[in-house]
């Protein structure tokens, strides 16, 4: 039987990766101290590994397909198949940005003021590129942790990740630029990408990981509605489609049913009950897949 060899982002990302599967309509376990969690599909087999590495082995094809940052792409500079752009991440789903930060009293502004000064990261090429883009000449090392206490006992600035900039704000550093934005990307070797079967079998994994993103900002709206008030109703609805209608057992009535972006249910429930709309029933979504 061929099998998918599948990276999966061990660490921050963990947690939320695997609820994301769950909600695609995979179930993975992991095993303490284990590196090859297991999953309910047979023809997919997964290994843990950091997200720094992941692109990496991908691009050897230690790994035919993998989830990792954007930024560890263009930190190892891999030669893969970017395959779907998975917007989230272990707290929020707004893209992760790599800051350019400096203490609170740093006589640093921009960029340019960084000329001859020194800066610690652990994203030491894209770091680099970034300088070389604006013309920066600045000593970059790699920083093997602890990165935010650094400035300025070690360092002039720093680059690092950041969802809500909480923690530099904690450590008294300030935010001069974004060096660079992530998001989680599936991601293929080559060859493996070349291969029927496994590309058929990627693009699956794909739709269904996009279907349950889509899902999470989205909900399902059904009600009643009387056949006289049907464009009154029809017009409130910003439908992701046209709405389903349906016959009922009374025929002076309709079933209406349409998906809607969730953060527009709290005021458009009242307009659709005004409207005429009756026994509105709202429920979570599992997948879209368009």
Known sequence: MPVLKLGLPKGSLQQSTFALFQKAGYRIIVRERSYRPSIDDPEIECLLFRAQEIARYVERGVLDVGLTGKDWIIENEADVVEVADLVYSKTTTSPYRWVLAVPEDSAIRTVEDLEGKRIATELVQATRSYL???????????????????????????????????????????????????????????????????????????????????????????????????????????????????????????????????????????????????????????????
């Open 132 to 290: 070389a883009r604006h013309g920066v000449s600045a000593e970059v090392e790699y920083s093997w942790g602890a990165t935010e206490v650094k400035a300025p006992l070690l360092v002039d600035a720093i680059v690092e990740g950041t969802e809500t900039g909480s923690s530099l704000r904690a450590h008294h550093l300030r935010i001069v630029d974004t060096v660079a934005e992530s998001t989680t990307k599936l991601i293929a070797n080559k060859a493996a990408w070349k291969d029927a079967w496994k590309r058929a079998k990627i693009e699956v994994l794909s739709m269904l990981l996009i279907g349950a993103l889509e899902a999470e900002g989205k909900v399902g709206l059904k009600m009643n509605v009387p056949k006289d008030k049907l464009d009154a109703v029809s017009k409130q609805l910003p439908a992701l489609h046209t709405p389903t209608i349906s016959n009922q057992v009374d025929s002076d009535w309709v079933a209406v049913e349409v998906i809607v972006d969730k953060h527009t249910v709290r005021d458009l429930a009242p307009q659709l009950k005004k409207a005429g709309a009756e026994g509105i029933i709202v429920y979570p979504l599992n997948k879209v897949i368009y």
